[in-house]
């Protein structure tokens, strides 16, 4: 008999961007709101973030234009693809991208320590994920050449005629706004952290970004206890996610090991993860966040309801999500005091009687050399 990990509601940190924006960074409102920040990140992998330029009818128009997209038939799709390229991007389709953790030993070990009513849904058997990917980019052309030009190229932009009007406005202005919102984020970790404001930033200046919505077909995957995207973390710096259709997302707060069923509250509000980046170079203080997306009991739940509702739109999930990441050439490596920082919560966990498991370690290398190591994980580079 399987054992059902009990859903419980979210309790994440909410982060106002708007303090930050508008008041002096020396002011006492700054510095409190960067510490939560900070703390947030290190406590739980993830947070709430609010920016009041956000707008959620830009998100609208995203999941709209993205939803059409992958109503295509799959010999249009597949177009778009670009293998050669890692599937760094354009359109990665369903049943390429494989779960590291299904595999990956230290993730293994993860699932083992979480009590068993908060694990993740088997992902075991290795199979690929059912979900489909676009990948758009949005960054600025290093003026110099880079060593990883396969994650620097030039976008793909759809052909069909319906789509291809309205792509290019619907993407920059979605993936600017959560781009701008993220940057504002990655200011206030550095002074929650005690670093400059710049110190992420100026690192991610000539980074990869991508704006990169995921689809599930709920036609074909919409069965409850479906796994749309296995157990995973992502290999970027911070990925922000706007509000999808449909639930499914879950995350694992690190100092609880608690199963979260992520609720992102209407308006002007966006979640935020940690990715592995930022657990390298702050030497594991902050943990990349695990997560997976399944088909629950509430996603079947509205699936009904858009059925009746909005019964001549497609039925497919789309993620509004945005990979920020360091420049592919900075040479990455843990920053001295927060790595001793990271050691000293580690030895504070283990004495709560929360074992984290085998130590790390973060050698020095290329942000390149990481994201590559990990799309080889993933079966996405040869």
């Not at 303090?19 to 510490?35: I, Q, T």
């Not at 830009?58 to 939803?67: G, I």
């Not at 991208?97 to 070990?109: H, S």
């Not at 993620?319 to 360091?326: I, K, N, R, Y």
Request: aromatic share 8%.
């Amino acid at each position: 008999m399987s054992i059902v990990p009990q859903e419980i509601s979210m309790d994440l940190p909410v982060i106002d961007l708007d303090v930050y924006l508008n008041n002096p960074v020396d002011s006492p409102e700054v510095k409190a709101e960067c510490e939560k920040a900070a703390k947030a990140l290190i406590t739980y992998g993830a947070l709430v973030l609010h920016d009041s330029r956000v707008a959620e009818k830009d998100n609208e128009t995203f999941l709209d234009l993205l939803e059409d997209y992958f109503a295509q038939p799959e010999e249009e799709l597949r177009k778009d693809e670009r293998p050669e390229l890692s599937y760094q991007i354009g359109v990665t389709l369903e049943n390429t991208e494989k779960p590291k953790c299904a595999v990956d030993e230290p993730c293994l070990n993860v699932i083992q320590r979480l009590a068993p009513e908060e694990r993740p849904l088997d992902i075991s058997g290795h199979h690929p994920d059912p979900k489909c990917r676009f990948f758009w980019r949005m960054a600025e052309q290093p003026p110099y050449e880079t060593k990883f030009p396969g994650l620097n190229s030039e976008n793909v932009v759809p052909q069909a005629p319906h789509i291809r009007e309205r792509w290019n406005p619907a993407m920059e202005q979605w993936g600017a706004s959560m781009k701008s919102a993220v940057e504002g984020l990655t200011e206030m970790t550095a002074v929650g952290l005690g670093l400059p404001a710049s110190t992420f930033k100026d690192e991610g200046k000539y980074g990869p970004h991508l704006l990169a919505p995921t689809a599930s077909d709920l036609e074909k995957y919409g069965q409850k206890d479906t796994i749309l995207a296995g157990f995973h973390t992502d290999l970027n710096f911070l990925t922000i996610h706007g509000r999808s259709r449909y639930p499914g997302l879950h995350i694992w707060a690190r100092n609880t090991g608690k199963r979260i069923a992520v609720k992102i509250p209407p308006g002007n509000y966006l979640l935020v993860q940690a990715g592995k980046q930022l657990e390298h170079i702050t030497g594991g203080l902050i943990k990349a966040g695990f997560h997976e997306v399944v088909v629950n009991e509430r996603t079947v739940e509205v699936i009904e309801k858009r059925k009746q509702q909005f019964p001549d739109r497609p039925l497919i999930r789309i993620s509004s999500t945005f990979f920020w990441h360091l420049n592919s050439d900075h040479d990455l490596a843990p920053i001295p005091k927060l790595a001793e920082e990271a050691h000293r919560l580690r030895a504070e966990q283990f004495n709560l009687g929360r074992d984290e498991g085998e130590e790390k370690t973060y050698p020095p290398m290329k942000v390149g050399e990481l994201v590559q190591e990990e799309l080889k994980h993933i079966a996405l580079m040869a």
